[in-house]
């Protein structure tokens, strides 16, 4: 070959490599941009390599309290349909939002051809690869149910659970007062000592009230402590200047749980999850906290089993304990020998355990954080309320001490169960639900292709703005029927945005003072619904309707500097509160309440 020859072999050699690259260059963005599903509308702006991306981080840099939510719901309204896809994975499906109640219910209540999505597992499984919420609804779903499924029952509950509860929320009352004594008026950042409160819940319905770290106990000690000189500066402050309170040390194995729970925070909305949790528990911080939870876990675990068989399993302080009689039974069932003190035993437990600290300490606390802020900012509710509970224990008026936890529990107050449902339904603190097409299906007249992701809306239009106006003949056939029948639930679309409790209460006829609460009086969405719905609102309910209770007793919210009382929110785990400050009034029982 001479060197014309060998120079024509090597370019048309490289001509060809060069046309493969760019062809395969091409092919890879051909696959990457966005194929939109055929008559759902979306962002024209969207078609590009990065989808929404680019989009939502703008509208998140350019919007006060901007987050992905209030994205969707910008680009739903904007798009005028209750129905509309978005992109948000490079080489990924589009992702369809609903934000139509009835379809919603449908969907999570009888359309078997819908799941649980792999969205939910993504913010998880970093943690915690083999825990159920995450798992399709399946064999090894329904068997890990099993394990925890008598922690809410009504008489674990009221048992179990609602003293351990009412014991931490006393602890923060306490805090409470000590702080609004010498804060005299001023307001002061509330968001920490729910936070913390939410967390010690957790931890005491899942290890039991002689669980040694207290996140609210060290607060107090630190109150306590403060000295003449930290007093006097505060004296020294206007009345609408901020007060800061020391926080106290926190518990090595506390702070591991909370680091732990906040890395959810680091992966949602996040376009390559995997990479992210690789990273991110990879983090020498991250591995020493793991460490140090599995340790604190694996310890009350064995506390447990001990104390089962000091009293051979007749006292039940928790849902480990509980875990552990279940695990008893399920032997017997199965004709085999309980080993509680297996591995595979310990690490079930510890798994569920930590399952409900992942799934309940941000929700709560940010149901929490909201019912502050309604409360403070509707006084007519708050003293409604307020006159409703006085009126339930009428012999406490005046004694001086709170309703106990076997009064609370054992009795029926209407319009707290309102204000409950009302916090859950403008809170959104889970703002969205997700689910995944198992097969190809239909949605609002669409074809949807087998494993596209459905996100359902908890604070969009139909339960939180006017709902869309759908054709009937565009339902399925199980939700036309609804409408047929009467069986649609709907809000008045007139002050549908509204915080107002009343919209779940019934008023008699008679004299007008008879009122009953309807749970199902309108669509609500906040803990999802149907078999995959929240495996813990019970638990809410009750350390809801502790707070309130004890809160309202106490206190008198009243309302804070503008600059703090905003609607604004902040979508890490949940959708929390930007601010949550409050401005206490402590109520002398010896007075009268109003
Ligand atoms: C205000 C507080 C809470 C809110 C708003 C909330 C909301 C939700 C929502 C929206 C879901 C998804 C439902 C669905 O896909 O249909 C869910 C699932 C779940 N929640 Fe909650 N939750 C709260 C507190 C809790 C607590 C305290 C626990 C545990 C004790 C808990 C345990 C779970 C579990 C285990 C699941 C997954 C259920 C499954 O897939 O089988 N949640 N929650």
Redesign the pocket.
């Known amino acids: 070959m001479d060197i014309d020859t060998t120079f024509h072999v090597t370019w048309t050699t490289l001509s060809f490599v060069a046309v493969a690259l760019a062809l395969s260059v091409l092919r890879l963005y051909q696959l990457a941009i966005p194929k939109p599903i055929p008559g759902i509308p979306y962002n024209k702006t969207s078609k590009k390599l990065l989808g929404d991306v680019p989009a939502i981080v703008e509208h998140m840099a350019k919007t006060e309290g901007g987050t992905f939510v209030t994205y969707i719901l910008k680009s739903m309204e904007s798009l005028d349909s209750p129905l509309i896809q978005i992109f948000i994975r490079p080489f990924g499906k589009p992702h369809l939002v609903l934000g139509d109640y009835p379809e919603a219910y449908d969907i ?1 209540m009888r359309r078997r051809e819908f799941d ?1 999505s792999p969205t ?1 597992g993504d913010l998880v499984k970093g943690l915690t690869p083999d825990l ?3 798992l399709k609804t399946n064999d090894t ?1 329904k068997a890990q ?1 099993r394990l925890i499924q008598d922690l809410m029952t009504p008489s674990f509950l009221h048992n179990v659970a609602g003293p351990v509860l009412y014991q931490n929320l006393g602890l923060l009352i306490d805090l409470w007062r000590m702080k609004s004594h010498i804060a005299n008026g001023r307001p002061w950042k509330a968001a920490d000592d729910i936070n913390q409160m939410a967390l010690n819940g ?1 931890t005491g ?1 899942s290890f039991g009230e002689d669980f040694k770290h207290s996140a609210i106990k060290p607060a107090l000690l630190a109150v306590q402590g403060m000295d003449e000189e930290a007093l006097a500066i505060i004296r020294r402050k206007g009345p609408d200047e901020f007060v800061e309170f020391p926080k106290g040390q926190e518990s090595t194995a506390l702070r591991a749980i909370r680091e732990l729970t906040e890395t959810v925070g680091e992966v949602q909305g996040n376009p390559v999850p995997a990479l992210t949790w690789a990273y991110v528990t990879r983090k020498p911080r991250i591995r020493k906290a793991i460490r140090i939870k599995e340790d604190c876990i694996e310890k009350e675990l064995m506390n447990g089993v001990q104390r089962w068989e000091e009293t051979s399993g007749r006292v039940i302080k928790s849902a480990v304990d509980q875990m552990i009689v279940r695990e008893k039974r399920l032997a017997e069932k199965e004709g085999r020998t309980p080993n509680f003190f297996s591995r595979v035993m310990i690490d079930e437990c510890g798994l569920k355990i930590f ?2 600290i992942l ?2 300490h941000e ?2 606390s ?2 929490l954080n909201w019912t502050l802020k309604y409360l403070a900012d509707y006084p007519s509710i708050q003293s409604e309320l307020r006159e409703a509970l006085r009126r339930a224990f009428p012999t406490l008026g005046y004694s001086g001490r709170s309703p106990s936890i076997n009064e609370i529990t054992s009795t029926s107050i209407p319009y707290l169960d309102a204000v409950i449902e009302e916090i ?1 339904r403008c809170a959104g ?2 703002p969205v ?3 995944v097409a198992t097969a190809d299906t239909e949605l609002l007249g669409h074809h949807i292709p087998k494993g596209t992701v459905v996100t359902c809306l ?1 604070t969009g239009p139909s339960l939180l703005s006017a709902a869309f106006d759908v054709e009937i003949s565009r339902r399925s056939p199980t939700s036309q029927s609804d409408v047929k029948e009467g069986r649609h639930r709907s809000w008045d679309p007139a002050g549908i945005s509204r915080f107002n409790p009343d919209r779940w209460i019934i008023r008699g006829n008679g004299n007008g003072d008879e009122i009953e609460f309807n749970p199902t009086a309108g669509p609500q ?13 019970r ?2 309910y009750l350390e809801m309707r502790i707070f309130l209770t004890l809160i309202l007793w106490n206190f008198e919210l009243l309302p804070c500097p503008p600059a703090v009382s905003t609607y604004h929110a902040k979508l890490i785990a ?1 959708n929390e509160p930007t601010h949550t400050y409050v401005r206490l009034r402590e109520i002398s029982r010896e007075k009268t309440i109003n």
Request: charge should be positive; aromatic fraction near 12%.
């Open positions: 999570l649980r939910l159920h919420i995450h779903w149910r957790l319905f399952g409900f799934a309940g929700t709560t940010t149901a859950l603190a889970i639900v997700d689910r908890v969405l906040a803990f999802g619904l149907g078999t995959r719905g929240c495996y813990g609102k638990l809410v949940s």
